[in-house]
């Protein structure tokens, strides 16, 4: 018996049980048994009758795709091989030119460039719209054709059609090897420490207390920056584990969904606390999605930290991988993201407690004013101490504030709070 035939029998053997099924329920207002005898029509028609020679395992992968696909954006249908490389992707290591995308209003928009990938330093930016791979156009590809284009070996270059806002842009992009370190960390003046996270890998909280460990141990921790901007999400483990680093109790998310096993809570422990009262600013903008956003609601719901930068992106589904028998997998989103106190990031995102957008700072210098002390017959200082003049006083730039504008407001921030604090 051949492949095909063998194919087709197992094909009507299903839709026979399908019937049977449907069939039984049908007079309970279920599913009418209408559906399922169109499904097998139109596998019929597109075996027969499409321009190509298709298998009927061509035609039932692509049903497959498609029904799932359509359930929302983040659901997918993967063959054994595009498994493999979904995991390879979730790694932190992989070939490719770093970009996070999404469809939004069904624009395959870029959520964000992974920090140091060939995109970053090509100058592809968050929010950015490509409308072409390669010359290809990219209306009614699924997302696994969209990597498929993307993917390519090492050293060769990937022609990019993108639109930014009235722009129409062209970019090309070198492939390579992905290899990042999700977690960095500075000092940014003494004392105040900086670290960031480009994505949530699933060793990222583990990265993390190391990188805290690693600057304790050339001085004092007294306040902190965590930035998350442009950090796409990632492993929701990982993502718990952070939060774990700055608080010792409480609900840090939880998810809901139809069955039971969509329930969960994750609680902070004491066992992974680090820094439990530095006082910290979290870093958000328009590129945060996800696992970054159930960060900064967390940190956010729990006072704990001061969340500062642009509304973020707003996806609070959980999506399950599924194995199925033949190796295949299903991902499926299965439920919602909760913050402890009961918000969902689904389609909102989470609004900071100071907006602050990325912005270049620049200052008049060149207007004139003068001081009491440059005032003739002026009052001295009354304690003797010295008189300042109009060149004492400082006009010039903060190089932060002209590089990073947001980090700039963090910092002013951090070092603003001792002082309030004193005042209490």
Known sequence: MSIKS???????????????????????GQSPIIKIQSFVEAFETI????????????????????????????????????????????????AGIGIEVEFKDKRLTIITPIDNSSAAHAGILPGDVIVKIDHTL?????????????????????HLDIERGDESLEFDVERRLVQENSVTSKWLKPGLAY????????????????????????GEIESLVLDLRNNPGGILQSAVGVVDAFID????????????????????SLAN?????????????????????IVAGALQDHGRAIIIGVETFGKGSVQTIVP???????????????????????????????????????????????????????LSNGTGGE????????????????????????TLILQSLPKLYKTQ
Do not use: W
């Open 47 to 94: 075996r027969e009758g499409y321009v190509e020679v298709l298998s009927d395992e061509e035609v039932m992968q692509k049903a497959l795709k498609g029904m799932v696909s359509a359930l929302d954006p983040h659901s997918e249908y993967f063959t054994e091989e595009e498994l493999a490389e979904f995991n390879e992707l979730t790694s932190g290591k992989y």
């Open 324 to 378: 199925l028998s033949n190796g295949d997998a299903v991902k499926i989103t299965t439920a919602l993201y909760y913050t402890p106190n009961r918000r969902s990031i689904q389609a909102q995102g989470i609004v900071p407690d100071l907006t602050v957008p990325q912005a270049k700072l620049t200052v008049d210098t060149n207007h004139f004013f003068v001081k009491e002390s440059e005032l003739k017959g002026h």
């Open 387 to 410: 008189e300042y003049k109009s060149s004492h006083v400082a006009t010039g730039i903060n190089e932060l504030s002209q590089t990073d504008y947001q980090l700039y407001q963090a």
């Open 273 to 293: 606390t680090r820094l439990l009262k530095a006082p910290m600013v979290v870093l958000v903008n328009e590129g945060s999605a996800s696992a970054s956003e």
């Open 138 to 158: 990219i209306t009614d590809l699924t997302m696994q054709d969209i990597v498929n284009l993307m993917r390519g070996e090492i050293g060769s270059t990937v």
């Open 249 to 268: 109790k409480g609900l840090i998310v939880y998810t809901d969904g139809r069955h039971e096993i969509s329930k969960n809570q994750y609680l902070a």
């Open 195 to 218: 670290f960031r996270i480009s994505q949530f890998q699933s060793n990222s909280d583990e990265d993390l207390y190391q990188a805290i460990e690693d600057l304790q141990s050339e």
């Open 6 to 28: 063998t194919c087709i029998r197992a094909f009507a053997s299903l839709s026979f049980a399908l019937l049977l099924s449907v069939s039984a329920t049908a007079a309970e």
